[in-house]
């Protein structure tokens, strides 16, 4: 829910700003998803896998995941304000560094709120999402009434007024704290998987960004922005699954990943089959159709990928997991420095087609020798 909100900011926006800046401020709204990918501590995922959570460790990795926070929001605040051309760099910086702090306080969030997954709470889990999605709902409704981009500015404000109710909610609920010092890195271990993770998923948009005309990054923005709202499906089922994955019977796992592809096939086609409404939304020409038609290509991918990286975690498989996603980062990032001066804006989604192909090849593997050496 909260990334649809998200994609309503960027359609409204879209319609309040400028004509000279709005490629730019639709790039902008991916290079900010894009840092966000790389700060995640994986704290919240930490937290879900762990036998045990006491308020110790909850503190820690909600630190932990503050500070990263506020390095990506400095990171991808300069980055878009480097890469992307602004008619006017304070206007731009507005925009951007709005963009940027609220969804670093929506990623300490969703730290907070993982604690009633964890206990069991399926609905005061998603509840912090609704209510964060209502805030932000309400913001943007203002800011479409005064006919103002400016509502960007309020939208941390609503995020900080979420993340307060949350960790109210947090310190009431009953949390034993075990004997064992709560370690950075072992929280770090799942952050650097998720960066790493960004390091494929990212990194060939990033590099668009850089080497290719701002009106070309903006078509691959925009389907981004489509696509990735739809992630939360595969991102928080796989979340919900990870406590249970140990009980599962191993010949449930197949049948796990060809719900999740195929939900990605048919967001795929759907994407494709929405062009010309897609196009009118974000009054943005979408072409050539065949980056759309690849960007599409990475979606069952993408979701099937999702549940083989939850068995990884759930068997153990946290080094596996940061070993594949770095062989799968190093595909995107060499594919993408040989392509997107070849062939340009289709060179982003083939590298991305690429990375997915070998993580999940690297992740199968891993699988497989977890579940052998289990007992």
Aim: hydrophobic letters at 55%; aromatic letters at 6%.
């Amino acid at each position: 829910m909260l990334r649809l909100v998200q994609l309503l900011v960027m359609v409204v926006g879209a319609q309040l700003v400028g004509q000279e800046i709005r490629p730019s401020f639709i790039a902008a709204f991916s290079v900010v998803a894009a840092f966000g990918v790389f700060t995640d501590s994986g704290a919240a995922t930490y937290l879900l896998a762990s036998d045990a959570v006491g308020r110790r460790i909850l503190a820690l990795a909600l630190r932990i995941q503050l500070v990263l926070s506020a390095g990506g929001l400095v990171a991808a605040t300069l980055f878009s304000l480097l890469a992307l051309p602004w008619a006017d760099h304070m206007h731009g910086l507005l925009i951007v560094g709005s963009l940027a702090a609220t969804q670093g306080i929506d990623s300490v969030t969703r730290v907070a709120r993982s604690v009633r997954l964890r206990q069991g709470d399926d609905l005061g889990f998603a509840a912090g999402d609704g209510l964060s999605a209502v805030a932000k709902l309400a913001v943007v409704g203002g800011g479409l009434l005064a006919g103002s981009i400016y509502f960007v500015a309020i939208l941390p404000i609503a995020s900080l007024a979420v993340l307060l109710t949350m960790l109210v909610l947090a310190k009431r609920t009953p949390l034993v704290d075990s004997e064992a010092t709560p370690r950075i890195r072992s929280v770090l271990q799942y952050g650097v998987a998720g960066a790493l993770s960004g390091l494929y998923s990212q990194t060939p948009y990033l590099l668009a960004t850089w080497m290719l005309p701002v009106e070309a990054v903006a078509v691959l923005s925009v389907i981004l922005r489509v696509i990735q709202p739809m992630e939360i499906a595969p991102a928080v089922a796989s979340q919900q699954l990870l406590p249970r994955i140990r009980r599962m019977s191993p010949q449930f796992w197949f049948v796990w990943w060809a719900v999740f592809a195929g939900g990605g096939l048919l967001l795929g086609a759907a994407i494709v089959v929405a062009r010309t409404p897609l196009e009118i939304l974000f009054d943005q020409n979408l072409t050539p159709l065949l980056v759309l038609s690849l960007m599409a290509c990475t979606v069952p991918a993408k979701f099937g990928n999702y549940l083989l990286s939850a068995l990884t975690l759930a068997l153990g498989g946290v080094r596996s997991k940061i070993t594949v996603s770095l062989c799968a980062g190093f595909v995107a990032v060499a594919s993408s420095l040989v392509l997107l001066p070849l062939v340009g804006a289709p060179g982003a989604p083939v590298s991305m087609l690429a990375s997915e192909a070998v993580l999940g090849g690297g992740l199968i593997l891993a699988i497989r020798a977890a579940h052998r050496k289990a007992p």
